[in-house]
C-alpha cells in the first residue's frame, strides 16, 4: 500500500498541458413552498369549525408530500388550497367563539330568569 502511494506521488502532474474542462451541476436547494401544516394542525384542534381544519391539514400533508417529490407546482396548488381553508376556519371559529360569548351572556340570563321567576338562592 505504501508502494501505491508512492507510485501516485511520484506521477505528479497530467502531461497534457491543454486546457481543463470542468463540468457544472447545479442542485435546487429545498424549494420554499410552505404547507401551512402547523397551521392547519392548529386549525384542526382548536377551530375545527365544519371540519376545516381538518380539511385544511389533509391539503397541508398532501403539500409537503408534492415537495418532497419535486412537484413544485402541485405543492403551491395544495399549499394554496390550505391556505383559503385555514383562513376560514380561523374566521369562522373566531365567529363562532364570538357568538357563543354573546349567547351565554345575554341570553342565557333570561332563559334562565323566564324558567324560574321570583326564586330565591
Same mark, same amino acid.
Given at each position: 500500500m505504501i508502494r501505491e502511494q508512492h507510485e501516485v506521488s511520484v506521477l505528479g502532474d497530467p502531461q497534457n498541458p491543454?486546457? +481543463?474542462m470542468s463540468t457544472v451541476v447545479n442542485i435546487q436547494t429545498d424549494t420554499v413552498v410552505?404547507?401551512?401544516i402547523v397551521w392547519?394542525?392548529?386549525n384542526t384542534l382548536f377551530f375545527n369549525t365544519c371540519c376545516l381544519g381538518f380539511v385544511a391539514f389533509a391539503f397541508s400533508v398532501k403539500s409537503r408530500d408534492r415537495k418532497m417529490v419535486g412537484d413544485v407546482i402541485g405543492a403551491r396548488s395544495y399549499a394554496s388550497t390550505a391556505k383559503c381553508l385555514?383562513?376560514?376556519? +380561523? +374566521?369562522?371559529?373566531?365567529?363562532?367563539s364570538i357568538g357563543l360569548i354573546v349567547l351565554l351572556v345575554f341570553v342565557l340570563p333570561g332563559v334562565i330568569h323566564s324558567v324560574m321567576p321570583n326564586r330565591p338562592f
Open positions: 491543454g486546457p +481543463v410552505p404547507d401551512h392547519s394542525l392548529f385555514n383562513i376560514w376556519g +380561523v +374566521v369562522l371559529g373566531i365567529f363562532m
